[in-house]
């Protein structure tokens, strides 16, 4: 991993994303608040989803940019989960406090995540490679999938929720036996 770019494109995209995911949160969770006396909840809805739609485009093109113009950081390495963790849960807590997500599916998938962050950790340490694996970037489309439609309400957003917690799980899985696959090693 390079890190002597102190910025990059990448890394000021996934700066911009950590900030998107309170921005988002708020539009999700104060909708009782003067500035938006008058406006309709379905506009909070939609700019909502708008800052999630650009945040989730940033996501697309730091990964990208980073790998094909070999800009990837330890900083990067770093920022790029973090936020979209930050997105994610934004999205799913806001909309759980909506009542339109299911508790259940928002606290298996927060969990793991937690989980798996820690074990994250300490797979740096040790000097393991964590970089996400195919079943962890699907896992992260279908949930950014079923935010955005929990967001706007179609029909299939719940279905799509708890296919959603089952990649989520399983991707969990998959780094967990990763880890104990490198660390009897």
Do not use: C
């Not at 259940?104 to 820690?118: C, K, S, V």
């Amino acid at each position: 991993m390079k890190s002597s770019q102190v910025v990059n494109i990448p890394n000021i995209l996934a700066f911009i994303r950590l900030l998107m995911a309170p921005l988002m949160f708020f539009f999700l969770v104060d909708r009782d608040l003067s500035i938006f006396q008058g406006v309709h909840y379905s506009w909070l809805d939609y700019g909502a989803a708008f800052i999630f739609v650009l945040a989730s485009v940033t996501d697309f093109f730091d990964g990208y940019i980073a790998r094909t113009f070999d800009q990837i950081t330890t900083l990067g390495a770093i920022l790029d989960p973090l936020a979209d963790k930050m997105l994610t849960l934004a999205g799913f807590l806001g909309l759980m406090m909506l009542d339109r997500a299911s508790p259940w599916a928002i606290y298996l998938i927060l969990t793991r995540e937690l989980f798996i962050t820690g074990l994250r950790v300490s797979a740096i340490s040790r000097g393991m490679d964590i970089s996400a694996s195919l079943m962890g970037k699907i896992k992260t489309v279908v949930q950014m999938i079923a935010i955005g439609f929990l967001l706007m309400e179609w029909p299939g957003g719940e279905a799509i929720l708890w296919i959603a917690v089952i990649l989520t799980l399983y991707s969990g899985y998959e780094y967990v036996r990763d880890f104990i696959k490198y660390d009897n090693n």
